[in-house]
Every structure is written in C-alpha cells, then in structure tokens.
C-alpha cells in the first residue's frame, strides 16, 4: 500500500538532509593539529636536517640562517593539507567561479541579440501591465455604476462619490470583488491555454476509485502510459538530433503536430499572453498579499466582512503560498518563448535568455511604472510591482535546472517587433492621457 502524502515527504526531506550532510563531512579532510612538544620536535628536526644538507656545499651566514628560520614552521614534516574537493567546494573558490561565471552571462546578455530580446519582452511586459490596470479600473467603475455609486477613475486612485458611512456589504462586495473575479476568470482561461496537454475536468472521477481494486488498475495503467510517453519522448529526440546531425530542415508547414489552433499562433502573441496572465494572477493575490497593511482592491472585502487581524494574516500566507506556486506551475512556458529566436536551448544561453526574457522586462517595467505616476505615486501599483517580482523570481530557479530543449532547424535572427511597439505607443499613451485627465463614470 502507497504511504501517505505526508510520510513521502518527510521521508524525502530527511532522506535530503542525511545527503547534506554527508556530503558535507566527506568533503573535507580533518586536520588534528599535533601537540606543541610534538610540533616543536619536528621544526627543530627538519630545521637540523636543511642546516646539514646546506653545509656541505655552502658556508654559514646570518642571512642563510634568517632564510632557514622564515621557511621552516610547524606542518612541514607533516604535509597534511586539504584535499582537492575540499578545496574546490571552498566559499573563496565558490565566489571565484561564480563571479567568473556571472561575468561571462552579464557579456552574453549585453550583446545586439540579446538585447534586442530584452527590448521585445520590456514592450508586451508593459503594454499588457497598462492594458490589465486599466480594464480593471473600468470594470470598478462600471460594477460602482450598478450599484448607483458615481466615480471619478484616474491613474493613481478611483474616487468613489459616496460617503464612507452610507457604503453597505452588498456594496463594498460587488464593486471590490467584480474586477478580482474577472481578473481569476482571465487566469483561468489562459492557463488553460498554455497547458501541454489538455485534460477533461471530471467532476465525479473519485466515485471510480472508491474501491481498492480500481485504485490499483488506475496505478497501473498510468504507469503503462507514462512508460509509453518515455519511450515516445526518447524516439522523438533521436529522431531530431539525426535531423540536427544532418542539416535537415523542416519543410514549413509541418512544425505543428497538434491540433490545437493555440499552436498555430505566433509566439509573440503567445509572450503577450503569458505576460498578461501574470499580470491578472498579480492582480488577484496582490489584494491579498498585503490585505494585513493596506485596506486595497479586495483586501478591502475582507477587512470589511471579517474584521480580524487573523483572517488578513491567513490570507496573505495563502495569496503567498499560491504565488510561489503558480510562479513554478508557468516558469517553464518563458523558456519555451526561447523558439523565437533559438533552434536550441542550452547550457550556454538559458540564463541570458531568461535574463533578457524575465529579469530586465520586470525590472523595466516597474522603473517606467514609477515614471507614469510622477508626481503622485500609487499605492496599488506600487502593490503590483513588488507582488510581480514574488511570481518571477521562480523563473531563474526553473532556469538553472531546464533540460537542454531542441526547437527547430529553422534560421533565426532576432529582430524589434515594430508593430508591437507602435501598437503599444498608442494604447499606452491614450490609456495615460485618459486617466491623467480622468473618466467620469455616473449614473
């Protein structure tokens, strides 16, 4: 009988932990320092042992004795050092090599190609950040409408004209909650675009596996399939390093095997897409995530019912956990966009590209947020900047790890994507110049 979820995973922690520390006591080698009397012996013997060898051939000095006595010292008979892995695995030798390393992919990510990969992702990073905040402003807007509450939506808040005593629960729940449940509507239909295999949702399987013998053919057919999907996978890869080995390039036309109609669209596109989803998973947790410190968006809602500290402080610790999560559930799909400007994702040039695909968009980004609100800054875009970094920070830890990925055989240049940057000069800027004058909303 399988054990349960919990044993699996203590078992593996301290399975993890005795590897550590394992690890750890064989790598270097202890040194047991001799005792004084001992240590004085061997300098006066070894000392005795030079004096001889050198006065055969030279005369005594003062300065060939000085010489002797700076060369001698304790270990010198005894010749214990530290192995080589040690030695290696040193904090000094490790800081060495990562610099050494660190500036060899701060090179590769400073060179015209990858560059010009960091300048395509800072543009659909922002378009869809501007283009996420303002459709949720609108639908704040027009929820507040319904529920016969006038407003005023700028870039930095959204005046609501009603009073702070005459707002009700069903109020405070519609206008707060409308704009979070439509940005987890948005997650939803996106994710399930970006998954790799698209599984049917069945409400009423568990009915199936209510007896042990069901449960057991379950076990091994999914163990028959995922022995099949191995063997598949190894004869896929095969197939396309002798194509690889022998130049072959792909006819076009057959790079898509599916037929899903969501492969057939440009990864450009699908870029936008994923930066888009992230920006509504931002969205929907960030209320959360600091519902403890700022009464803001749906963190409101729950001040507003609960009224307790716990209930922010579990929520948080939820919205953060969920976070971290989704963050390593679509880390990989950033990798996969590496088909537009890569036949091959290795070693060499995984951490650039995510440097330039993930690191510096993100970073672009908040630094251009920060200008558009000049001179007032957002307290809620200031939420989403920070919570955003929560997402991406798994994408360079899946990064280090990635297996080698083979794309194409295709030639690839990587190029400015004009249109995109056309189409989200305008958009950006008549979304800016709407809210900085304002958008009035009444009944």
């Not at 001040?303 to 999560?325: A, D, L």
């Not at 004009?418 to 900085?436: C, E, N, R, T």
């Amino acid at each position: 009988m399988r054990a349960s979820l919990f044993k699996r995973l203590s078992r593996a922690i301290r399975h993890e932990f005795r590897r550590i520390v394992d690890e750890n006591r064989g790598s270097r080698r202890k040194i047991r320092k001799p005792s004084l009397l001992n240590r004085i012996k061997y300098t006066i013997q070894g000392f005795l042992v030079n004096m001889r060898k050198r006065r055969s051939r030279r005369s005594f000095s003062f300065k060939r004795l000085k010489h002797q006595f700076q060369n001698n010292y304790f270990f010198s008979d005894l010749k214990i050092s530290k192995s080589s892995i040690s030695e290696q695995r040193s904090i000094v030798n490790r800081l060495r090599v990562f610099r050494i390393q660190a500036r060899d992919v701060l090179r590769i990510c400073f060179s015209r190609d990858f560059l010009i990969i960091a300048l395509n992702s800072t543009i659909l990073y922002v378009f869809s950040f501007f283009l996420v905040n303002f459709i949720m402003q609108m639908i704040t807007g027009v929820s507040a409408m319904t529920c016969d509450i006038s407003t005023l939506i700028s870039y930095h808040i959204i005046d609501y004209r009603i009073h702070s005593f005459d707002w009700s629960l069903m109020q405070v729940i519609i206008v707060f909650s409308s704009p979070t449940l439509l940005a987890l509507i948005l997650v939803f239909v996106l994710s399930r675009m970006f998954e790799r295999k698209k599984t049917k949702i069945r409400p009423f399987r568990w009915v199936r596996r209510l007896s042990k013998k069901q449960r057991m053919k379950d076990r091994e057919l999914a163990r028959i399939r995922k022995k099949e999907k191995g063997e598949l996978r190894q004869i896929k890869i095969q197939q396309m390093r002798q194509a690889q080995l022998q130049n072959i390039v792909e006819p076009p036309g057959n790079e898509y095997t599916g037929k899903s109609w969501f492969r057939k669209l440009d990864w450009v596109f699908k870029l936008f897409l994923l930066w888009t989803m992230y920006h509504c998973i931002n969205y929907f947790f960030s209320g959360m995530l600091f519902s403890y410190f700022f009464y803001r968006r749906f963190g409101y809602v729950i001040w507003y019912i609960f009224n307790s500290s716990g209930f922010n402080i579990f929520f948080s610790m939820i919205s953060f956990i969920f976070m971290v999560v989704l963050g390593f559930v679509f880390a990989p799909q950033f990798l996969y966009s590496g088909k537009l400007y890569f036949n091959n994702l290795n070693d060499r040039n995984r951490i650039p590209f995510v440097i330039s695909q993930v690191v510096i968009p993100s970073l672009l980004g908040v630094v251009f947020s920060f200008i558009a609100q000049i001179p007032r800054l957002s307290l809620t875009m200031t939420m989403m900047n920070v919570s955003i970094l929560i997402l991406l920070i798994a994408v360079p830890i899946r990064g280090t790890y990635f297996a080698e990925i083979h794309f194409d055989n295709k030639d690839k240049k990587a190029s400015v994507i004009w249109k995109w940057l056309g189409v989200a000069v305008v958009s950006i800027s008549a979304i800016l110049i709407a809210l900085k004058i304002g958008i009035h909303i009444s009944i």
